[in-house]
């Protein structure tokens, strides 16, 4: 049993007559009554009573009929349903990021939710080591990372620079200092975050190249208490440049610069390279694009090669 044989047999139904079905589907007469009999044949069950002339239906056909209504109901519902899909008028986009790279999602996802209002958003709290299995996994479409993966398994395009800064109290006896050598924070108290990361493992190694001790004596599990945690004047940090702008601009923390510790980031949307992304993703792609476009660094858009 198939919707087009239901089709015919509807058509069979509301007309009362094989020839006016016919006529109504544009197909012959022998055509139709061939889809009835394989149809009964399927069912096991006469479906018309033959010794009527208007086209009655059996108990049998009866019952078929109204759940061929509802059956092919569902499919008008189902292709409607695509073509909002097509016409992003429906639609739900799935992203994962972490603590940090969610910050550079917010004013993507305000630009897109404008231009795509009824397309469902959701990111996904993750640790960035596992978005690429995750992504393999097929748990979400979108990541994003500040690392490349397996250019072979995963397509990355570099969407925004970020820098690293070194943040004190407003109070701190360095904060207006122009800048200072990684040799002048040996002496520093460093609230570090406690999750293990490429650029954690970059800063321990700049300060062992410059052999300055560097003294961690308070590791604590976000950034935003990292950040309230110095603002209160209970020792500096080093933490990416987007997660203390705001901070900045009202002065409720003061960045030094340290030549020796100028460390640049790259953040980049990830996505399986074989997959076949959602028009939702898609259209969350061409916002990043144009977001790029639009205001410039440190937004950009660069799809990443495979060498």
Not at 144 to 169: C, K
Not at 170 to 198: K, Q, T, W
Not at 263 to 286: D, E, I, N, P
């Amino acid at each position: 049993m198939d919707l087009s044989q239901l089709e015919t047999f509807l058509a069979v139904a509301e007309e009362h007559s094989f020839s006016r079905a016919a006529a109504r589907l544009h197909r012959t007469q022998p055509a139709v009554s061939q889809v009835i009999r394989k149809l009964e044949l399927a069912v096991g069950e006469s479906l018309f009573d033959r010794a009527a002339r208007d086209g009655s239906l059996t108990a049998a056909g009866a019952l078929l009929r109204d759940y061929a209504v509802r059956l092919l109901a569902l499919r008008r519902e189902a292709a409607g349903a695509l073509d909002e899909l097509k016409s992003l008028e429906r639609g739900h986009l799935q992203l994962a990021a972490n603590e940090y790279t969610c910050l550079y999602l917010l004013p993507a996802i305000h630009a897109f939710r404008r231009e795509f209002p009824h397309i469902d958003v959701t990111v996904q709290r993750m640790l960035a080591s596992r978005i690429p299995e995750e992504l393999a996994r097929r748990s979400f479409e979108l990541g994003v990372i500040s690392f490349r993966p397996d250019p072979a398994q995963i397509r990355t395009i570099s969407v925004y620079g970020d820098s690293l800064d070194f943040i004190v109290s407003p109070d701190h006896p360095l904060a207006h200092a122009r800048h200072v050598s990684i040799r002048d924070l040996g002496r520093e108290n460093f609230i570090a975050h406690n999750v293990a990361s490429p650029l954690r493992r970059k800063v321990i190694e700049a300060f062992q190249r410059h052999r300055t001790p560097l003294h961690m004596g308070i590791e604590l599990p976000t950034i935003e208490a990292i950040k309230r945690f110095v603002a209160m004047g209970n020792g500096v940090a080093l933490v990416p440049h987007l997660t203390v702008a705001r901070e900045l601009e009202t002065g409720e923390l003061a960045r030094v610069p340290v030549d020796e510790l100028e460390m640049r980031r790259v953040l980049r949307l990830a996505c399986r390279r074989q997959g076949t992304l959602s028009y939702a993703a898609k259209a969350f792609l061409g916002t990043l694009k144009k977001l790029a476009e639009q205001q410039g660094p440190p937004f950009f858009y660069q799809v990443e090669r495979t060498g």
